[in-house]
């Protein structure tokens, strides 16, 4: 019998010191912002090692902990993979178990920037309006104890302390899919901040800074496979590798607390003056597709992404959805062509290397739709386009998050409003998507009035016809 592989593990020896905080140390940042790290320190050297925060469960901490913090990520080209270890993450904290040693942590003097990653629904906003949610659980919570539970609540709380001791803030440097993600959570940060002590408020106003940031590689969900692969390539046992595409890009607004921060321009980061262009080309050229292909793909069938690019009807409407109806409505950033960025895009998502499940993309939906798609159907109706491609797929989302798939078979919704959206997906089509459009978290009510007329045309094509059939007909 062949032995087992052993565990991968760090080699003792002098570590560069820990400059980063990362809260939400998921596969995402683990796949894109530590790799650029680790490759600046590679470079220029400095002390921006990475400390991870786990805000929720133990089982990233559990899993790197006997690894020193390393990890594999596999690079998933269609000819092949490539592995490679990752030593920028040191240690990992698991917030529920120990909050005092998180906030320990961010405020630590060495510690300059405090990155996150915990999804939309992590930052307690509503998705429409942009503003904090004073009813979500976490940030009453925040308000009436010292010890946070939410993102918000732990930058503020540590920031608090921070200055308690006389030193400067950390940047808070967002990673997440939000469209103008810097300012956003600048201003939670110091609503939030606000209501707890104005003079702190008064502080992060003044001293703190929220760069905007546009993060992007396709990192699908690691699967027990892929555990198998990385130890294949590696000779090494690893309990939490990652996967990603060849493709990365990292656009980073260029303002940091004293201009502290690694050497990420040497290795590729974009640093910016003004990411905002970049930003919503991304956010809706990449995730606006992605989100209707998700939807659309699931109804039809498609297990992943690269299912759908290679069914041809599926493949028509993404060209369509980016010709038609997204770049005309896009200001394109300096110096790029929004053609060829669809032309890239559309390659990446039919790489059958990456296997990124339609309904990992559907999870979420009440928190992505704004950003993805109806800023997008906004900017189409003002300039008197139509958008038949993109009504198609609110419509799909309208349909998933009734429940039920086209066999009449349970989907597993996962989304912050699951409970509500299905309790609102009842009677005839043209109540249900009346009622799906009033959640005024996700359609504010003008654009709801709007698009009410071409989504109920759609949900009943759909209805009628099946994603699939919808989706051809329509290209
Ligand atoms: C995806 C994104 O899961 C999703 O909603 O659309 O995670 C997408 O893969 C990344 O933003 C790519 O940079």
Redesign the pocket.
Known sequence: MRADPPRLTRTPGPLPGIGIVHLGLGA?FRAHGAIYVADAMAASGGDWGILGVSLRNPGIRDALAPQGGMYTALELAPEGPKARVIDAVQRVLVAPEDPQAVLDAMADAAVRIVSLTVTEKGYCHEPATGRLNLDHPDIRHDLAHPLPVSAPGYLVRALQRRRAAGLLPFTVLTCD?LPGNGPLLRGLVLDLARRIDPALADWIDTHGRFPATM?????PATTPEDLARASALTGQHDAAPVVHEPFRQWVIEDDFVGGQRPDLGAVGAQMVQDVAPFELMKLRM??GT??SLAYLGYLGGHQTIADCMADPAYRALVRRLWAQEIIPALTPPPGIDLSAYAAALEDRFANPAIR?RTW??AMDGSQ?LPQRILGTLEANLAAGRSSPGLMLAIAAWMAYVGGTDEQGKPIDVRDPLAARLRDLSNGPPETRVAALLSVREVFPQSLASAIAPGVTQAFLTLQAKGARRAVSEMT
């Open positions: 995402f899919n993060v992007d590689r396709i990192v990449l995730n992605h989100s990124h990992q993309i992505k």
